[in-house]
């Protein structure tokens, strides 16, 4: 028997609660990833690279491009 993680256990112990709210999916957790899953997380990570995050003093945040050319946001 492998050892279960506790997304597993918590599964199989809140498994009456999800008779009465619903059905939940339940599959593997240590797959490998599909390769159309690999090349969107790829993808994101390319689209979240474009940015960058901008802390004014009173500690609010807003996001810009890093493209130093384009002032269109600042």
Known sequence: M???SF???FMRTTGRLRVVFGPAHS???DH???AENKRL???RQAE???W????????STYVVPKDPTDKSLR
Request: neutral net charge.
């Open 32 to 34: 490998e990833m599909t």
């Open 7 to 9: 997304a597993q256990k």
């Open 52 to 59: 960058e995050t901008v802390r004014r003093p009173d500690g």
């Open 41 to 43: 997380l790829v993808q």
């Open 48 to 50: 979240a690279g474009q």
């Open 2 to 4: 492998s050892k279960e």
């Open 27 to 29: 599959s593997s957790l």
